[in-house]
Each structure stands twice: as C-alpha cells, then as structure tokens.
C-alpha cells in the first residue's frame, strides 16, 4: 500500500480483463464505488526528507524508496548502485553506459539542428529507465517528460521523482497518451521494449500524433546496429514504417537512428493507395486523448502551420503561440490579450507567494498545478528564476489549453480529477490548485480530491488552492481531516498577494507528518494555501 497507485493497482479489474497481448494491464483501470478505498497511504519505515535539487539528481535515500531490484538488474549497465543508505544514480543507461552526457553529445553531433536548449525544448523520454537522460538534459534547457509503465521495473518512475525529474506512469498499450498533437520536440526510445511494427504501427503512429511538425524521434536499439537476421529484419521493418510515415532518416550512427517528421501534409498526399498506416479520418480530433483508443493512422498536420511554427526558447515561453487561436474558450476578449492578462495576473501571484509565504525554494522541486489554464503559475515561476519543475494539468471538464502550453516550451497531461492520477504516492513538494474544486463540484467528491492530494504529496509538503469563498469550510474541514496543518485568512480583493502585504499567509510549519494548508478567503474568493 505504500506505493499504492489506485488506477494502475486495481487487481480486481485486471483479473477480469479479456486480453491482457497488448498491455491493458498496465492501462488505467480505476476502482468504483465501495471498492474505492478512502484512506491516508503511509509513508515506508524511516522515511526521510528527501535530499534536495540538484544533489538529488544523483543521489537519493535507500527508505525513500526501499527496493533493490533495479540493482540487481540494471546495475551492470550504469543506470543505478547502491552504496550505504543511499542509491546513486552513476548517469548511465543500457545504451549510454559511458554517461548520458556523452550520448547526449553524440546526439547533438550527428543532428546539430536538434539545439539544445532553443529549438529543442520539450521532449519525451519512453520507456525512461531512472530517467537520467531526462535529467541530463536539464542543464541543456530541455525539459523531458521521462514515462515507463508500472511493470516488471516498476520502481523506475519512483526514482525518477525521487530524483526531481520530469516524470510520470504511462504505457503505450491500447489508449492514447494522454498529451495533445505536436506536444514534443523530440521523442526518445533507448532499449525501450517496444515492438514498434506491430498492428500496422499503431504505436509509431501515436508517437507520430504526439510529435510536433519537424520534430525527431530517437531511437537507440540493437536493430540499428546489429547484423545478423533477426536485428536486420527488425531495422528493415521500422525504416519501412518510417518511410510511411513520411519520416527522413537524418542520421545513423552506431547505435542511434534519428528521424525528423515532415512539416507539412505534401509527403502524405504523395503515397501510394493503401499505404498504411492510412491518414486519419477528417473528423478525428487528435487533441482527445482521455480513455481515446489509439488508432493505426496518421493524424494530418494542421494546413494553416498550428502548432509548427514555434519561435525558440525562450521566446516561445511568453509569446502567445498560434495554437491559441484554436483554444474553444468563452473568452470576450482577444485571446492573446487573454493570455497575457494571465500571465501578468500570475507573476503578480507567484512574486507574493514567494515573497510572503514562507516557502523556501530550496526545499520545493517537485510541483503539479492542478487546473493549469495556459501554464501561467508554472511560467511565472520560471520568470521568478525559481528551480522547480511543474506537472501542468488540465481536467478534461474544463476548456484544454494542453497544445498551448506545450508550445510555451512547458508539459502537462489531461486528467479528470474524479479519479486518480498516474504517479506514485510522495510525488509532490507544492500541489496548486486554482478552482479545481469549483469546477469539479457537481463531479467529483471534494473528499476523493483531498485524499488523492494527500496520496501523491510529500510529507511536509505544501498546498495552495484558489477557490470560491464557500467552499473553505468545507476544505478546511477535510485539510484538518488528513492531518494537514491549515490557516485561514480573510481577505478584501482577489488581488490578495498583490497588495504587497508579505504576512498575508505566511507559514513554516514543515512537520514531517504534516502537510501545510493555508485558506485566505475575501468577498469574492478564498486562497487555500
């Protein structure tokens, strides 16, 4: 139980699958109803503070995640050792044994367009390992999405997070990933056991949803450089599936093969008929991704350049992207002009939280905002120089803003706050939620919404949640109910952390077994803290 992740532990569920050949089991199937459980998931035995960022991308504690099969596994190949009470994580990985440093290098040799850092801003990494490719990537400006399923290796993303990087449980199975059309710069797949050809490469295909219009895929594997029958057929297969795809091999070296995808629909209005995978009916929506079946065909590329057309970083982070034009918002203004009236609106916010909360940013890497809108909390973080990394959620019962903060050079998922989401317990520092619960409440239980909060957040962690005046009491009641450490404080305005008032909600109450929520409710709104 204490590494309970309700959606992806559901035996019951599972046992009951009809065909578990293409990974259903490592899908989402989460428990209703009474098999619901509604409890407060512990923490393991001796479990400590977790060592901080950027110690912590190469070393975290043994009791922060007590489990030694990475290591008798992976050892060998450099991913991850054991030394005392802490694993150490040396940088490597099963193609990468020499460092992911030097792989990266190789990399940005053999496809000097890929520029780190400027034109390659957001990537994802399958089937990740302890995600140290991602982390590397980090001090390049790369942020990386590190993702492996829940499986054999199924402490992989827990060390990830306990590490501090990018990452979350997800699987490519039956359903599409839960992140929109031309999401990633770059998608890497390193040993990744996965049979790419199969089912008429529905699974490249998905990739080739998530991937944006000139984008790279990566794929380091024994078929590209290994000569005999098998590895020859598998490397024949997957340059065929490619070339279908209207990928261009732009470089082959040793163990890496990298392709860019086209920027715009003349290669495939060029193929032969019947060609597979075939285009995608005109009337898919490649951005619905929740409980969406993956489908064995290409999504066509917008004809008027949406979501192609990215300035580098990190211009792209502030400038409106051409994606929001496309945003079904019910916004009366300009939506540009929307955009940027929430970007001045939270770097307002963020400058007070930073200032008048208390919180000390060396004790906070992990973060999830869990109603994004266009990533304003997670950009005015980055603007305020400030080392954490934010999981940008969008509810599905909202407006899906996920194309446009993925153009901002940020990453984010779609949810639906009734159920839980797909991370280990003690995932987060900082959970933020604006409206989430207002949104939510003719769906969801706000009692299910704290539980889970409390699942996936740290012990001594923090939570800031925006709401609607009356909804505190409630809130606060079940904050107090899970043992939260809560404080409530009226305000007159919504403009509450602009007033420049650095006492408004200040805290310091980092109790291990306590997690700080503070409430600052006005005429019009309440700021759960």
Known sequence: MKEYIPCLDNKDAIGRLASTEHGEKWERHCPAGKSRLCCIIPPPLGYKRPIRWPKSRDEVWYSNVPHTRLVADKGGQNWIQSQKDKFVFPGGGTQFAHGADQYLDQMAEMVPELAFGERTRVALDIGCGVASWGAYLLSRNVLTLSIAPKDVHENQIQFALERGVPAMVAVLATRRLLY?????????????????????????????????????????????????????????????????????????????????????????????????????????????????????????????????????????????????????????????????????????????????????????????????????????????????????????????????????GLIGVAHDWCEAFDTYPRTYDLIHAAGVFMLEKNRCNAAHIILEMDRILRPGGWVLIRESRYMAAELEFLAKSVKWHTRILETESENLVESGNAFICLTNSYEQDLRTVILCGGRSSVLVL
């Open 180 to 408: 929109p059309s031309q999401a990633f710069d770059l998608i890497h797949c390193s040993r990744c056991r996965i049979n790419w050809t199969r089912d008429d490469g529905i699974l490249l295909a998905e990739v080739n949803r998530i991937m944006r219009g000139g984008g790279y895929f990566a794929w380091a594997a024994q078929p590209v450089y290994k000569h005999e029958p098998s590895s020859l057929q598998a490397w024949n297969d997957m340059a065929d599936l490619a070339k279908n795809l209207c990928w261009k091999l732009v470089a082959k070296k040793g163990y890496i093969a990298i392709w860019q995808k086209p920027v715009d629909n003349s290669c495939y209005l060029k193929r032969a008929p019947g060609t597979l995978p075939p285009l995608c009916d005109s009337n898919d929506d490649p951005d619905s991704v929740w409980y969406v079946a993956m489908k064995a065909c290409i999504s066509p590329l917008p004809g008027n350049g949406l979501g192609r057309n990215i300035t580098k970083w990190p211009s792209r982070l502030s400038l409106p992207p051409e994606r929001l034009k496309a945003v079904n918002s019910d916004a009366l203004q300009a939506k540009p002009e929307v955009f940027r009236a929430e970007q001045r609106y939270w770097t307002a916010i963020v400058e007070g939280y930073l200032r008048g909360l208390g919180l000390k940013k060396e004790d906070i890497r992990n973060v999830m905002d869990m109603r994004a809108g266009y990533g304003g909390f997670a950009a005015a973080l980055i603007s305020q120089k400030v080392d954490w990394w934010v999981m940008n959620v969008v509810p599905k019962s909202g407006v899906n803003t996920l194309p446009v903060i993925y153009d901002r």
